[in-house]
């Protein structure tokens, strides 16, 4: 059974199945046409074991096969289109878009998928839900306005495509030349010729799904003549032997019949008594196909060639293996002295077997150029331009920011001056754009020149304007332009006090302390009491060896304290020292004073860096109960700060 639906009832289409399923025993279903519906067949499928074959559903949930486990799919999924998307987007180097959706299932799968494969290489600035239910968007032209992006990507079936553009259309300043449209429903052609606005969709991109044969891809020539002949017979009003132009979809939807004509006829010869059983007809999901497990055993192995290339399907999905049947090109509708035109301009170096980020496929130019909105031989950015538009732009007189001058110019225009203007006729000349002032009246407070933005009563405004949380919430501020803070201004004190122990500074007292009492005397008094221990138990010691040792040990203890402080400061002594214990200790102070050495310069350094870099004055706390500086000194000056 081949279904046929609006895509919007579900119930209706089950109901439809359902009755198919009790009056005609069918054993499996082609269709249905849209995702939406797909999706609760291929769920009655699981229950009751029939075949469904998808020949026009691009949802990527589809994809899943323990969901969906009785559900073929022919065409590509959303995620193959929007793979072969980035690739084009990287041919050009566009880093970012709009996306138009379907208000549906569909429509928020395309979007996921694109988002999915877009994440950290196209940036998706607006993402705009069209409502299928009145047939309009929410404010459309507002909200591509208000994007950085000129590029739209529409993910919508062809009917609901064809009306996505009249509202464009309708709305006005959304297609060519302001943005680039790019369309990715295969057969939207047929309607777009036709559309009224004709004129604003020059340039427009759209990706189609072509035939094997355009691309050299092996099919049954056999298959193809079999399926003209068929439609021939049943239809012959439509018909038309002009195989380049027979519809994808019609090619996916014979494959789909001829895939379960083989599989029924290899299951009938496995098990000719049951192959076509059906048990509980009369009851839809009571109902089960008997031979359904050894049916669909066949159908996950088979392989054929079809009218769209091999059809092989395997087991983690429901999609063909390795894209196969995905095939495509972009055509551009270009306009010539005899009309309007849908012309091929694109189409990729190879078939779809990788389209991830790292393999080779990618689009290439046919032998027609592309026409292209704004200029037809050059490639539009992503990004807005100022090149040829006119800024009106809203000013404040704030000197010396912006000010007007007292003679006017010869035609009696106001002339301005001030950073602001310098500024705004210098990137006029770069940029290539105009301006016009609208001058703010005096009155105008600064919170009033941001509800003008927000209420787009102004298109810019440029001034000295504070950037507050409560204003970023209602505009969008740029970078700053001009550095502009608030300051205390004070006289710089003549009379600097120099401390002449401040070479002593970078180590605390504590530490000084610390290292006097831990390492200087410490050491000393240890190499003092092995210096005397040994020159007393040696009987035939003679005094002149040692230059520590004395009788006295207040003598012994001053030599130690005079040679431990040469070695402290790496200068050394004239006092040797004899004992092994006492040069060991003498080796320890040596090192530590390395350390010490390191420390205290790199702190000097930092110490008298931060000195000379630090205000005196650094907050207002400082000016709290005069701490820092007179109460008779501080005052504030009127109007030395705009805002």
């Not at 074991?49 to 323990?66: A, F, I, K, M, Q």
């Not at 047929?190 to 559309?195: D, E, F, G, R």
């Not at 983690?316 to 995905?326: E, H, L, M």
């Amino acid at each position: 059974m081949r279904q046929e639906t609006n895509g919007r009832d579900v119930i209706e289409t089950l109901d439809r199945t359902c009755r198919s399923i009790a009056e005609y025993q069918i054993l499996g279903i082609v269709g249905p046409e849209y995702s939406t519906e797909a999706r609760t067949i291929a769920r009655l499928g699981n229950k009751v074991g029939l075949p469904v074959v998808g020949y026009s559903t691009t949802e990527p949930e589809l994809s899943d096969r323990n969901a969906y486990r009785t559900f073929y799919r022919l065409p590509p999924s959303e995620v193959t289109t929007a793979r072969v998307l980035l690739k084009l987007f990287k041919k050009y180097k566009w880093n970012s878009t709009n996306v138009i959706y379907q208000g549906d299932t569909y429509g928020q799968g395309g979007l996921q998928a694109l988002t999915q494969v877009f994440t950290n290489e196209v940036e998706i600035s607006r993402s705009i839900r069209f409502d299928l239910f009145v047939n309009q968007f929410e404010n459309i032209q507002r909200q591509l306005e208000d994007s950085p992006s000129r590029i739209v990507i529409v993910m919508a079936n062809a009917n609901v495509t064809t009306q996505i553009i009249q509202s464009a259309a309708e709305a006005g300043k959304v297609l060519a030349p302001s943005f680039l449209w790019i369309l990715t429903a295969s057969n939207s052609s047929m309607n777009i010729l036709a559309n009224e606005h004709i004129n604003q969709l020059i340039g427009m991109l759209i990706l189609r799904l072509i035939p094997t044969d355009i691309v050299n891809i092996s099919a049954s020539t056999y298959l193809l003549d079999e399926a003209l002949d068929i439609w021939k017979k049943y239809d012959p009003n439509s018909f038309h032997d002009n195989q380049p132009h027979m519809d994808i979809y019609a090619r996916y939807a014979f494959d789909a019949s001829w895939m379960l004509i083989l599989a029924f006829q290899q299951l009938c010869q496995n098990n000719p008594t049951s192959c076509l059983s059906f048990e509980n007809t009369s009851n839809c999901f009571a109902s089960n196909l008997t031979a359904q497990g050894e049916l669909h055993k066949i159908l996950q192995t088979m392989s054929f060639i079809g009218l769209t290339g091999r059809v092989q399907f395997g087991l983690n999905s429901t999609d063909r293996v390795d894209d196969t049947g995905a095939y495509y090109v972009i055509s551009n509708i270009q306009s010539s002295m005899d009309g309007f035109h849908l012309v091929d301009v694109l189409k990729l170096n190879g078939t779809l077997l990788n389209t991830n980020h790292n393999c080779t496929t990618e689009w290439i130019n046919i032998t027609n150029s592309i026409q292209w909105p704004r200029k037809w031989d050059e490639v539009p950015t992503d990004y807005a331009l100022l090149k040829g538009k006119t800024l009106n732009i809203t000013v404040y007189i704030t000197p010396p920011f912006f000010m007007k001058r007292s003679s006017r110019g010869i035609h009696e225009k106001d002339l301005y001056e001030g950073y602001i203007h310098e500024l705004l006729t210098l990137l006029s000349e770069k940029m290539e754009f105009n301006f016009t002032y609208t001058v703010a009246p005096d009155e105008t407070s600064y919170d009033e020149l941001v509800d003008c933005v927000k209420n787009r009563t102004c298109e810019i405004v440029m001034a000295d304007l504070a950037i507050t949380p409560a204003r970023e919430n209602k505009i969008d501020f740029s970078a700053s332009i001009y550095a502009n803070t608030m300051r205390l201004v004070v006289r710089k004190s003549k009379q600097e006090t120099i401390q002449p122990f401040a070479f002593l500074n970078p180590f605390s007292l504590a530490l000084w302390l610390t290292i006097v009492g831990t390492i200087y005397f410490p050491s000393a008094l240890l190499i003092a009491f092995y210096e005397h221990r040994k020159m007393n138990n040696n009987f035939e010691h003679d005094e002149n060896n040692s230059h520590i040792y004395d009788k006295s040990w207040i003598k012994t203890i001053g030599r130690s304290l005079y040679q431990t402080i040469g070695a402290l400061i790496q200068r050394g002594s004239e006092l040797q020292v004899v004992t092994l214990y006492g040069r060991i200790q003498t080796v320890i102070v040596w090192l530590m004073s390395i350390i010490l050495v390191a420390l205290f310069t790199s702190n000097l350094i930092v110490n008298f860096t931060a000195q000379r870099e630090k205000p005196w004055l650094q907050s207002i706390d400082d000016l709290k109960m005069c701490r820092s500086i007179d109460c008779s000194r501080i005052g504030v000056i009127e109007r030395s700060q705009h805002e």
